[in-house]
């Protein structure tokens, strides 16, 4: 340990690693200290050093197998250097651990999109319309539904928020567009008679009733 310092501390951090991944595979039983290991961890990835950061992220886990730490450090890791499947994985082990996290839910909303994967992204996101009533999310939200075509989680989206407050002309039209597109223009009229008799002035939703 006092080695690997001395060597990052004189800004000989690709040296530092290297000694350390040696001493990995030189002692496969012995428990290095956690601290080290993040250290490496840390060092690896700033000299790009992806193999090594793997390696010390396995030491690490035994040491600490069942440690909330190691698996947020190996998902911010992972992202950084570009490991998107792999961070998607640790992302999944951390949902369990903490499914009401709205920073991590983005996070995942995020990646999920970045991998193509607009199915579960909209999940990531409706989700986090739960815990978070930020307009913007929620704006994007409910449009990834309607361009994905997912009206059967779209259309409660949009439909709720007359709870809360008058959906604006746009929202009001994806909806009714949303219904007629899955072939429930049925829904859309009994709905849109509830909606009229709650917020009367709306003149655009009288055009869609009608």
Known sequence: Q???????????????????????????DVAFEPAL????????VAHNRVDL???????????????????????????????????????LQLLEQRPDDPQLLEQMAHLAEWQGDSAAALGYWISLSTLSKDPAQFEHT????????????????????????????????????????????????KWLRRYVAKYPKQRLAWVRLL
């Open 2 to 28: 006092q080695a690997f310092t001395t060597l990052v501390a004189a800004d000989r951090g690709d040296q530092a690693v290297e000694l350390l991944a040696r001493e990995l595979a030189a002692q496969p």
């Open 37 to 44: 290991l993040d250290r490496g961890v840390d060092v690896a």
């Open 53 to 91: 950061a793997e390696q010390f992220f396995s030491a690490w886990r035994k040491v600490q197998p069942d440690s909330p730490e190691i698996l947020a450090k190996e998902f911010k890791q992972r992202l950084a250097f570009g490991d998107l499947a792999g961070a998607h994985a640790v992302g």
């Open 142 to 189: 409910w449009r990834l539904a309607m361009q994905t075509y997912d009206f059967d989680r779209g259309i409660p989206l949009l439909a709720g928020i007359m709870d809360s407050r008058a959906l604006t002309n746009v929202e009001l039209d994806a909806l009714v567009y949303a219904q007629e597109s899955r072939g429930t223009p049925e829904e859309a009229e």
